[in-house]
């Protein structure tokens, strides 16, 4: 409460009887104490009259000194982080087995004066029962190893001991118990196995074993199980983030011995959410597809090993089929340092692995908290992260639940001053975000139309701290917001921002040179933006500081393992919880969205030229192709120059608004007032509409739930970003006449952007 008087300036004086030393000591605490709440009070006291002296902005609390992201800065603690974090890792968090952490989530968000409920979902989850992987002879039966299957229980870390860890598991794998040869595959890229056709050596009925990396693990499943293989073994090479890397877990941050990555394997690229409710909320009544309906799962067995599990198949292909090496140059791994030479078999032996999991509807639940803007209540920022974890989850993706509390607690306390932002700020704590993006997906689905006409942008952040590097996707118009913000938030133990460091990092990107401006990723999947940006077009961006891969998705990515090698005293926790709350409350309450159509209209540029490169790539008779393959892209050229030209145009209409009015609207006269806030209005829905231009009802051939023309995951690539999708796709398929009309489509569509940007 905003105190009328000072009662607390003066402090009471000693009561009598206080001349022990320990009472006088005990008094000076108390007085100390005193003081502080005191001086508190009086800066309420002063900041409540500058509001109250500022209702000439509609009702607002808002002073123009006021400057609420400024103040948000000094809130985040790392001691509340180490706190949150500690919380989330006490326990596993599986998709649907974990209702008391979405109930803690809830309640710690209200308890910061925030309302906040819990929404429930009902997608179709599997989950581990029996699982082998054995090695044998298939004359004599007899059984020459059998994989553990099991993480080492860490002397030290509780979390490893947690009797409730997965085994080897993959979400969303399908049932089966199958035998046969085994043929290694290095990554299971689609180059991979098209080598390995090439080199003679067929996958037909056998099991594959595949590494980890270069393509998403659903992707890797689905290819071996066109060229008719029987199951899928992958596991985690050390030379991608074991022993080859750096030193191991618990003696360093890389993946130790018994180590093996879980993780989904639906067909992400597809469709995202719960595979029984495409593009529809998985609500208790809603209708389903049956399971055999799905087109994103896959239909044979597989399952995650260690590279100690892997070392003894490893060993069982010695001398048969090709050596690795000859059928690709990166098809060895790191084990050659344990003797092991990689060779393509198939196999003498037999393998048989069994995945028994259990599939059921099961419920999940998302936490979807709100504050009310003041001014545009109908206009809201939505902030997100997933709260579902494999096992503990310190870094994927606890670090970033522990960041949204502490925001939560930010945002309270401005509250508590008197703030109130200007749009709605809505956050979304998801549930099962790892089996398939649900409780995003669902929540996107279920409440798309008023998303449509009120969302202004999406902030996610999946894992906030899993190493030191700044790595961030978003959409172009958001760029000149994320540089702004990330100069005022400090690089953790330096004299740089956040901004300084990623524009060094960003060098490796860019040739080796430090570019002109950091590097900002197009969004392709992987996380919760998904749905937002994808399918519904709404801007968004997603970003984390990153670096170690060692413990994704094993019990060792928990609290001591971030505790002791990433973040010991919780500096990037704390650098992650400024940025994302500037961000959000900059989004929810600049008078004028800081989103810059021109920033989108010179990157389109940029991405045409991508397409252009990469279709050019895909014929094989490049005869006389410079003319023609420029013909292919006139429509788009012409209106992207439209676009930009119509970006400009916007900005003069902004310029002309802060010269004549200031984007503050604070004048006497009324008509001048309605006016600016006019023009403002328009302006503001201009540049967070702009990316629900790109939607395009149609979807994209083929995954028709992704609707955006510029950038979806790629059919072959699984998260990274596919510019131009339709375009790319039909050109790798040859297919001509399609790509003309896509093209003709796309530029209608950028041509519409153009028109509207222009509407006033
Ligand atoms: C759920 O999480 C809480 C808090 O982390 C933990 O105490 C509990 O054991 C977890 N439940 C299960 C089933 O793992
Ligand atoms: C799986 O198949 C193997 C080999 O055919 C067989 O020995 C085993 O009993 C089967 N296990 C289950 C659980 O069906
Ligand atoms: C399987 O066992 C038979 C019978 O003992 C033996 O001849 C054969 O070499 C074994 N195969 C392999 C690959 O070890
Ligand atoms: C930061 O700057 C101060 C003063 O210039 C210097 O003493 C300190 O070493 C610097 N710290 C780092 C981490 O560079």
């Known amino acids: 409460m905003l105190g009328e ?52 902005d509609h009702l607002t609390p808002h002073t123009p000194d006021f400057d609420a992201g400024k103040v948000f800065l000094s809130f985040p603690s ?31 968000i209200q308890a910061q004066g925030i309302d906040a409920e819990i929404v429930e979902y009902y997608p179709w989850m599997n989950y581990p029962v029996d699982q082998r992987v054995a090695l044998f002879n298939a004359t004599t039966s007899e059984v ?162 260690s590279y100690r599990d892997a070392e003894p198949l490893l060993r069982a292909l010695k001398g ?67 709260r579902d974890a494999w096992c503990a989850g310190a870094s994927d993706p606890s670090s970033g639940s522990a960041a949204m509390l502490e925001l939560s607690r930010g945002l309270g306390k401005l509250l508590k001053l008197g703030w109130r932002p200007r749009r709605t700020i809505i956050l979304g704590s998801w549930d099962a975000e790892e089996y398939s993006l649900i409780g995003s997906t669902e929540w996107v689905e279920e409440n798309q139309k008023w998303l449509n006409a009120e969302a202004v942008a999406y902030v996610n952040v999946d894992g906030a701290v899993g190493g030191s590097e700044y790595a961030v996707g978003g959409s172009p118009v958001l760029k000149h917001l994320l540089y702004e913000a990330t100069k005022q938030v400090p690089y953790p133990h330096s004299n740089q921002t956040v901004y300084d460091v990623w524009l060094r990092d960003s060098a490796k990107y860019a040739g080796g040179v430090k570019p002109e401006k950091p590097i900002v990723f197009p969004l392709g999947s992987g996380s919760d933006f998904t749905a937002f940006m994808s399918h519904a077009g709404i801007s968004s961006i997603d970003m984390g500081f990153g670096g170690y891969g060692g413990s994704y998705h094993s019990n060792y990515d928990s609290f001591n393992w971030m505790s002791k090698f990433v973040d010991p005293d919780f500096k990037f926790h704390q650098a992650m919880t400024r940025l994302w709350g500037l961000l959000t409350i900059r989004l929810a309450d600049d008078p004028v969205l800081d989103l810059k159509p021109t ?7 940029d991405y045409i030229d991508g397409i252009e490169a990469y279709v050019a790539s895909q014929i094989p008779d490049k005869t006389g192709i410079d003319e023609t393959i420029a013909k292919k892209f006139r429509h788009l050229r012409r209106a992207q120059r439209n676009l930009l030209r119509s970006a400009y145009y916007l900005e003069k209409r902004l310029q ?98 153009a028109r509207f940007l222009r509407k006033f």
């Open 78 to 108: 790392t001691k509340h982080l180490r706190e949150n974090l500690a919380y989330y890792t006490s326990g596993t968090h599986v998709a649907g087995i974990n209702r008391t952490q979405a109930v803690y989530t809830r309640d710690y």
């Open 5 to 56: 008087k000072q009662p607390l300036i003066t402090t009471p004086p000693a009561p009598a009887g206080c001349e022990s030393e320990k009472c006088q000591r005990m008094y000076k605490r108390i007085k100390v104490g005193l003081l502080a709440i005191a001086s508190a009070a009086l800066a309420l006291h002063v900041l409540g009259k500058v509001f109250k002296g500022c209702e000439h």
């Open 320 to 386: 048969q089929g090709k050596l690795a090496k000859e059928v690709g140059d990166n098809w060895v791994g790191g084990l050659t340092s344990k003797g092991v030479e990689y060779w393509t078999g198939p196999s003498e032996l037999s393998v048989n692995l069994l995945n028994q999991v259990e599939y059921k509807i099961t419920p999940i639940q998302n936490v979807i908290a709100r504050i009310e803007g003041w001014s545009e209540p109908n206009r809201a920022v939505i902030i997100g992260n997933h």
């Open 599 to 605: 920033t989108y209209a010179e990157d389109l540029k």
């Open 144 to 305: 020459l190893f059998e994989a553990g299957l099991k993480e080492d229980v860490i002397p030290g870390d509780p979390a490893s001991e947690d009797p409730n860890n997965l085994p080897a598991f993959h979400g969303y794998s399908a049932n089966g118990n199958v035998t046969g040869q085994l043929v290694y595959a290095n990554y299971g890229s689609l180059d991979d196995f098209k080598a390995l056709k090439a080199a003679g050596i067929s996958i037909k009925d056998k099991v594959v074993l595949v590494r980890y990396g270069e393509m998403t693990r659903g992707l890797k499943v689905y290819a071996a199980g066109l060229d008719g293989a029987r199951g899928v073994l992958i596991y985690s090479d050390p030379a991608d983030d074991g022993y080859v890397q750096g030193p191991v877990y618990p003696e360093g941050p890389w993946r130790p011995e018994s180590s093996f990555q879980r993780g989904s394997v639906s067909l992400i690229q597809i469709y995202p959410g719960d595979p029984l409710t495409p593009g529809y909320a998985a609500t208790k009544d809603a209708p389903r597809l049956d399971p055999n309906e799905a087109t994103n799962l896959n239909r044979i067995p597989s399952l995650p090993l």
């Open 656 to 753: 002309y608004l802060q010269r004549v009015y200031g984007e503050g609207c604070q004048m006497s006269s009324g008509r001048r007032r309605r006016r600016c806030f006019e023009l403002r209005k328009s302006i503001n829905e201009r540049v967070t509409k702009l990316e629900r231009q790109f939607i395009d009802p149609s979807g994209i051939p083929g995954r028709e739930w992704y609707k955006h023309i510029l950038v979806s995951p790629g059919r072959w690539m699984g998260y990274d970003s596919q510019i131009f999708p339709a375009l790319a796709e039909a050109a790798e398929d040859g297919n001509w006449k399609a790509f003309q009309a896509y093209e003709e489509r796309a530029a209608g569509l950028i041509d519409d952007a």
